[in-house]
């Protein structure tokens, strides 16, 4: 039972590289997100998506992007690298509204550092 | 505009001693709420969750959380903390519908002390 698994874990830039953060879940889910944490801010959204081949918005959307290919996949895509991106990334899932109980379910989160 | 407060960024506890981890939280409709907590290094595992009836729900490891409208605030409580609760808790908001998105709390941060 992987759940939500996302790669890689860790990971250390440079300032402009690019770079994409894989989410994967098995659960069939239809709604998948992207978060990010700081320290003191909580957890803010910075995209999301209701179902295969739909992306929308986050409160934070700002110098990433994702595609939703493919059900069980979610990417998130950093093109040019900022200082300001460092920071922890969750990956989320849940199931479409009939089978929907609220509940968000988390990867164990990808650290990603700047320099 | 839907927000989450969680008032104490960090609470150190004693262990055995009772917690109270206060929430409130600015929603249009009517709001679905949570708690979550992360242990170090860790995702965030759902503790418990508030949806309608009764307003004091129970959840995993002895947690619960009352729901009160008038306060608009869903504060979470353990009689008796054990060391194994340090970690950070957030409390989010949220609906159900097709473009609802929970909202979290900045976390609170609870350290426990033998």
């Known amino acids: 039972n992987a759940g939500v698994t996302q790669t890689p874990k860790f990971r250390v830039l440079k300032t402009g590289q690019s770079m994409t953060l894989l989410c994967a879940q098995d659960?069939?889910?239809?709604?998948m997100y992207w978060y990010r944490q700081d320290p003191g801010m909580g957890l803010r959204l910075i995209h999301y998506?209701?179902?295969?081949?739909?992306?929308a918005k986050g409160e934070v959307p700002d110098g990433y992007n994702v595609s939703r290919l493919k059900k069980q996949n979610f990417l998130l895509g950093l093109e040019s690298a900022a200082p300001s991106q460092t920071s922890v990334y969750f990956c989320?899932?849940?199931?479409?509204?009939?089978?929907?109980?609220?509940?968000?379910?988390f990867g164990e989160g990808s650290r990603l550092t700047v320099l | 505009a839907q927000s989450v407060t969680q008032p104490d960024i960090h609470i150190t506890v004693s262990e055995g001693a009772s917690l109270e981890l206060r929430c409130n939280y600015s929603?249009?409709?009517?709001?679905?709420l949570f708690w979550y907590v992360q242990s170090p290094g860790q995702g965030l595992q759902l503790l418990l969750k508030?949806?309608?009836?009764?307003?004091l729900v129970q959840g995993i490891k002895g947690f619960e959380a009352e729901f009160k409208r008038s306060q608009s605030s869903f504060n979470l409580r353990k009689p008796s903390v054990h060391w194994s609760d340090a970690a950070e808790y957030f409390c989010?908001?949220?609906?159900?519908?097709?473009?609802?998105?929970?909202?979290f709390g900045t976390g609170t941060r609870l350290q426990v002390f033998p």
């Open positions: 508030y949806f309608s009836g009764d307003t």
């Open positions: 989320a899932s849940r199931p479409g509204l009939a089978e929907n109980t609220g509940e968000l379910f």
């Open positions: 989010a908001v949220g609906g159900f519908g097709d473009t609802d998105k929970l909202i």
């Open positions: 929603y249009g409709a009517t709001p679905y």
């Open positions: 998506s209701v179902g295969e081949g739909t992306t």
């Open positions: 659960m069939n889910h239809e709604y």
